[in-house]
T-cell receptor, first 115, second 113 residues
């Protein structure tokens, strides 16, 4: 069965610090997709990234970067020079044939950026 | 990407009544989904809204309680029937693009009194 674990329930840092959100997954699929979403206090879910299992290149988008490591089944998300607007709940998710390509969600990590 | 709108954004309903939530996508999509999110928790998939056929429900959710319509490739509705306070939640609609990216609507905050 597929599973996504976000062990960090809540993280609090001071603005401008770097912060990494951990995501560990389990799947029997050889082809699968990994996602990160942001849910700010307003409540809507914002799509951040989708990563294919066969593409292990790290990705950088502005202050955001993602580190995908199949060897450790992890897909971690780093925010560099954090800002107060980054405060949100961040969800990691997985989809694959084993779940009929439905999203399997982690529990989420609440990120608090203090000014 | 896809832009999704939902109506209503929030509502307060009385026990025993029903509420229909509408979801509109700005482009044609094959897959649309309905989720529920309890406060402080992750998302739970209610059902997949299939165009032209009955929705596919997840374990714990039934058509009589959550009837879903999908009349075309850009629109779907979810009805929460015979509501009880336990149905108070955020209901989210999503659509999946051709490259398997799911985009979400702003959600409907439902309170049942």
């Amino acid at each position: 069965a597929q599973k996504v674990t976000q062990a960090q329930t809540e993280i609090s840092v001071v603005e401008k610090e770097d912060v990494t959100l951990d995501c560990v997954y389990e799947t029997r699929d050889t082809t699968y997709y990994l996602f990160w979403y942001k849910q700010p206090p307003s409540g809507e879910l914002v799509f951040l990234i989708r990563r294919n299992s066969f593409d292990e290149q790290n990705e950088i988008s502005g202050r955001y970067s993602w580190n995908f490591q199949k060897s450790t089944s992890s897909f971690n998300f780093t925010i560099t020079a954090s800002q107060v607007v980054d405060s949100a709940v961040y969800f990691c998710a997985l989809s694959g044939m084993d779940s009929n390509y439905q999203l399997i969600w982690g529990a989420g990590t609440k990120l608090i950026i203090k000014p | 990407s896809a832009v999704i709108s939902q109506k209503p954004s929030r509502d307060i309903c009385q026990r025993g009544t029903s509420l229909t939530i509408q979801c509109q996508v700005d482009s044609q999509v094959t897959m649309m989904f309905w989720y529920r999110q309890q406060p402080g928790q992750s998302l739970t998939l209610i059902a997949t809204a299939n165009q032209g056929s009955e929705a596919t429900y997840e374990s714990g959710f039934v058509i009589d309680k959550f009837p879903i319509s999908r009349p075309n490739l850009t629109f779907s509705t979810l009805t929460v029937s015979n509501m009880s306070p336990e149905d108070s939640s955020i209901y989210l609609c999503s659509a999946e693009t051709e490259v398997y990216e799911q985009y979400f609507g702003p959600g409907t905050r439902l309170t049942v009194t």
